[in-house]
């Protein structure tokens, strides 16, 4: 009997020494710290412009918030960006996939980095400059 519980209990040792769990962590949308001044004209307004404020999309007449150029500042501050936690911005987070759905709708990573200038752009007082 004895001998049953040492072979068992050997190869309960060898079947867990054997497992091997490998972790894989893919990192979407990481932030780079952005330390220039974001101008939300220059910098912001042609990013959406090119790739939020389509037909369909966040233009006039589709979905909230409206980022056509003559909008986009005024639609943001109604209730996207939150200035005294700009990590909590509702911006921020739908382009970070922390809310769902994740923006730009159907893409995996966001263009020219407009996270980190977000964030630095919210960060930075959300100006409309």
């Excluded at 501050?77 to 739908?94: A, F, G, H």
């Amino acid at each position: 009997m004895k001998k049953i519980i040492i072979i068992t209990f050997s190869l309960f040792v060898l079947l867990i020494a054997g497992c091997k769990k490998d972790i894989t962590l893919i990192i979407q949308n990481e932030t780079v710290p952005v330390t220039d001044t974001v101008s939300f004209s220059k910098d912001l307004v042609p990013l959406f412009s090119k790739n939020c404020a389509l037909s369909g999309c966040h233009a006039t007449g589709g979905h909230a918030p409206n980022l056509m150029a003559d909008n986009a500042y005024n639609s943001l501050m109604s209730k996207y960006v939150d200035i005294k936690t700009p990590e909590n911005s509702i911006l921020y987070e739908r382009l970070t996939g922390k809310l769902s759905p994740s923006m730009p709708m159907g893409r995996t990573n966001n263009p020219s980095n407009i996270n980190s200038l977000v964030l630095a752009w919210i960060t930075q007082g959300a100006k409309n400059n």
